[in-house]
């Protein structure tokens, strides 16, 4: 379950409004914004968050703000401060991280910005600050010069809102155990696969189409449903298995695919169940491509209680050890195999089928490993 750090305020919908109602008795203009997409948000009576405006199109600037105060405090987790002078008029901007929790339970990490608007005085103050334009790798990544995910959401949450009657998919990729390409083959490789990987996106997609790479081995694409075939995009991607021939190691990408259903989701929720539609495929050589669906989502949220419940439960002794006995032919007793149970202090015992292989997954297997040996040796 997802925690919102100290510093930061969780507000559900109706709170959020309230608080921002209050707000704007000391304020011109209170406003909700998803930084990392550029665009305001509204939660509405109903309990949803609709999307609005670019928020820099009120700048009059037709890309994202350079030095954006939102998008800092956003990132950074604190308090930001701005100052704009614009039409004879200055801004001055207050940027609070905070987050927002859906009745999904779902959080949508976002800013609320506090402007207080003053008339110039001074004639010699500039009347219109000049914003610079973005510079093209602030929006595309320096190695395979596709979009970055910021500018690739900015060009997506547009389409949605221009076409909402279309039906979209968001995929997301992943190499299976790409760091052993930089490991075994070199870095020089491993870039050569992902640049691969860029050039098949533009060869095979159209302006219909907006792909990125989001961070390291992971790109995502944005296409309408009905124009992405499955087998071809497999027949596509297959043929970068011939960047990298070896007896140890197969390249092999796999899809995490998310049909969009509620277009006024945040992208980063979207992307998000992408990948968790790829981790039930992750160490997979067979499937190649997973979709998103609610039991994910479930069954994610349950592993993530699981792991948060490990560490407290190692420090109440939560967890037991019994002796299987080993005996041989005769009967006679060899020695002893050590089982591990989880019961809780209501005395109920967790099934071990559902534990264990999400401690592995985790890599928190090694610690109950080391937990079961000081048991037994006590």
């Known amino acids: 379950m997802f925690t919102a750090p100290p510093q930061i305020r969780e507000y559900t919908i109706p709170e959020i409004r309230t608080e921002m109602e209050m707000l704007r008795r000391s304020y011109q203009v209170v406003r909700l914004v998803d930084a990392e997409e550029c665009r305001t948000l509204d939660p509405d009576r109903d309990g949803h968050v609709l999307y609005g405006a670019e928020c820099h199109s009120v700048w009059n600037s037709a890309e994202r703000c350079t030095n954006c105060s939102s998008y800092q405090a956003a990132m ?78 900015r060009h997506i949450r547009r389409m949605l809102m221009e076409n909402p009657d279309r039906q979209y998919l968001l995929i997301s990729s992943n190499i299976r ?82 049909e969009i259903t509620d277009p006024n989701l945040p992208l980063t929720i979207m992307l998000q169940r992408s990948e968790i539609a790829l981790l039930t495929i992750r160490d997979s050589q067979e499937t190649t491509i997973a979709s998103y669906s609610e039991g994910l989502m479930e069954q994610q949220m349950e592993d993530q209680w699981i792991i948060s419940e490990f560490q407290k439960s190692l420090l109440t002794d939560q967890f037991r050890v019994y002796y299987q006995p080993q005996v041989d032919m005769e009967g006679r007793i060899l020695g002893a195999e050590a089982l591990v149970r989880w019961i809780r202090n209501d005395g109920m015992q967790f099934p071990l089928g559902r534990f264990l292989p999400v401690l592995s997954r985790s890599d928190l297997i090694t610690r109950m490993d080391e937990h079961v040996w000081e048991l037994a040796v006590m």
């Open 177 to 258: 155990d790409f760091h052993m390409v930089n490991v075994l083959f070199g870095r020089e490789r491993g870039n050569t696969v992902l640049t691969g990987i860029a050039d098949i996106l533009r060869q095979h997609c159209t302006k219909r189409e907006v792909y990125a790479r989001t961070r390291g081995d992971r790109f995502l694409l944005f296409i309408e449903k009905a124009r992405f075939d499955p087998n071809q995009w497999i027949g596509y991607l297959s043929v970068l298995q011939e960047l990298i021939q070896s007896p140890v190691y197969t390249l092999k990408i796999h899809l995490g695919v998310y």
């Open 76 to 153: 950074t987790h604190t308090t930001r401060f701005k100052t704009e002078f614009f039409q004879g008029r200055q801004f001055d901007i207050t940027s609070v991280p905070v987050y927002l929790r859906l009745e999904s339970m779902e959080i949508i990490p976002c800013v609320m910005e506090m402007i207080r608007i003053h008339e110039q005085a001074d004639d010699n103050e500039p009347t219109d600050q000049v914003l610079d334009h973005t510079e093209f790798y602030r929006t595309h990544d320096t190695l395979t010069r596709l979009y970055n995910q910021g500018e690739a959401f």
